[in-house]
């Protein structure tokens, strides 16, 4: 089965930037046939979606929350995927998860969606 394992978290202040990345190891699978996606869950809320990309065609989403300030790029040579955070905020604190699902998911921004996540790496943003 193939492992995601998240890195790149830490604590920064409100207004700086942490860059994620979600690398995927053991066996060779297609990934051109998968999205991979960055969730997070913060203290006593529920799991939501920030950003996923398509590993083949590469076009990708965010929410709302995101938007403007996160990127989402991929590496396909090394099957990794990173999320740039910029203007990071309190409310930005959450543990962040990658997490790969099928790449003809419709409902990509749903944790339900997903076959694989890794362990999670800590972001916490100080006021």
């Known amino acids: 089965q193939v492992q995601l394992a998240e890195s790149g978290g830490g604590l920064v202040q409100a207004g700086g930037s942490l860059r994620l990345a979600c690398v995927s190891s053991g066996p060779s699978f297609n990934f051109k046939g998968y999205i991979m996606s960055w969730f997070r869950q913060g203290p006593g809320k529920e799991r939501e979606f920030v950003a996923g990309i398509s590993l083949g065609g590469g076009k990708s989403d965010y929410a709302d929350s995101a938007k403007g300030r996160f990127t989402i790029s991929r590496d396909n040579a090394k099957i990794t995927v990173t999320l740039q955070m910029n203007s990071l905020q309190p409310e930005d604190t959450a543990v962040y998860y990658c997490?790969?699902?099928?790449?003809?998911?419709?409902?990509?921004?749903?944790?339900?969606?997903?076959?694989?996540w890794g362990q999670g790496t800590q972001v916490t943003v100080s006021s």
């Open positions: 997490a790969l699902a099928p790449v003809y998911t419709t409902n990509y921004d749903n944790p339900t969606s997903y076959i694989n």
